[in-house]
């Protein structure tokens, strides 16, 4: 349905990652992308809505109040490029100031098959507003979606909902310059991130009351179930948040609750594990405003101006080329 340019999203690289994470080295992890199915992305637009995760609404009223700003410091861009845009619900407020002034053409670019269909029967209907929609990762995404752009046409990256967050601080670099190296001058990146913030504030934020963070958690094991003939009865397993203060990091895992053996068809092998350990899913960093701007720029990218949200703790930066 949207086309597809990334061949690292098909169901041959989720068995290589799982082969690989479950039964190749000491400690299991899985990447957080494949959290990211039809269920994984439907339960994260649920956790946005959770009175404890109040990450998405800092974002969203500092887009709200920003937009017409932003869209003036990034030089009125013709093109906005949206990185892992799920279903781009807040992303509103930029189109429309950027439509304000002329036409643009809006390119959401995320693995998720299905948060792009909320993405784009939302965001494609406003007013002066193409939407052209990528099924890829996100560097795969931005080649493909600068193509044929004329000598004078300006974009807009998006990064927003602390996406950024799920690399560590070094990935975070190597990111950022890979992004800014398919750039040209001028062109502008919004990155929102969110801030360190106390202990239980976060802890509460990736495990609530309602149970839907451990549901998104658990559901990669649905996931391999559904799509590798996996054989994992989820009641066996635990979400669990963890935060570890030394790397500023919430991190989300998957604790078996017994000793077990789980049997996956797609990969003809069992998965052992202990009672008590865990898959790690997910990390989240949390980030001091300088050290955002710091990342940046150690990279080549040129501070325009940041935005704060005090009472959730939250920060929108953007960057020039
Ligand atoms: C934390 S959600 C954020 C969604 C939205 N930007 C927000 O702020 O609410 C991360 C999104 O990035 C997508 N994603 C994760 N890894 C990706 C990758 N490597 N390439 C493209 N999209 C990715 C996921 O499918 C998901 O929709």
Redo the contacts with the bound molecule.
């Keep these: 349905m949207f086309a597809a340019v990334s061949e690292t999203i098909g169901t041959s690289a989720f068995a290589r990652d799982v082969s690989e994470g479950l039964m190749d080295g000491t400690r299991k992890t899985l990447p ?2 494949w959290l ?1 199915d039809e269920v994984g ?1 439907a339960l ?1 637009e649920v956790i ?1 809505l959770l009175p404890e995760y109040g990450l ?1 609404r800092a ?1 969203a009223a500092l887009l709200r109040d920003a937009a017409p700003e932003i869209v003036r410091l990034a030089g009125e861009p013709e093109r906005v490029i ?6 781009g619900t ?1 992303t509103r407020y930029i189109l429309e100031a950027a439509a304000a002034e002329q036409d643009i053409t809006y390119l959401p ?4 098959g299905a ?1 792009l269909s909320a993405c784009s029967s939302l965001l494609g209907k406003l007013p002066g507003v193409s939407a052209q929609p990528l099924e ?3 560097l795969d ?1 931005i080649e493909y979606s600068l193509r044929g752009r004329e000598a004078d046409e300006r974009a807009l990256i998006l990064f ?2 602390s ?1 950024i967050g ?1 690399f560590t601080p070094r990935e975070a670099e190597d990111f950022l310059d890979a992004v800014r190296e398919k750039l040209r001058p001028g062109d502008s990146l919004l990155l ?1 991130a969110d801030l360190v913030k106390p202990r239980e504030q976060l802890l509460r934020a990736y495990d609530d009351a309602l149970g839907v963070t451990a549901a998104f958690n658990l559901n990669l094991l649905g996931r391999i179930n559904r799509e590798l003939g996996g054989e994992f009865v989820l009641s066996r397993f635990a979400h669990e948040a963890r935060f570890d203060e030394r790397h500023s990091r919430i991190e989300m895992h998957i604790r078996s609750l017994t000793r077990q053996r789980v049997w996956i068809g797609a990969l003809d092998r069992a998965v052992e594990f202990e009672d008590g350990e865990t898959i790690w899913t997910e990390s989240s960093h949390k980030f001091r405003p300088k050290e955002i701007a710091a990342i940046g720029e150690r990279v080549g990218w040129e501070m325009k101006r940041q935005w704060l949200d005090p009472d959730w703790g939250f920060s929108e930066t953007l960057f020039s080329a």
């Design positions: 957080s992308s990211y992305s994260f946005t998405t974002d949206e990185l892992g845009s799920g279903s807040k670019i995320d693995i998720s948060a890829a990762t996100y995404g927003l909902g996406t799920n929102g």
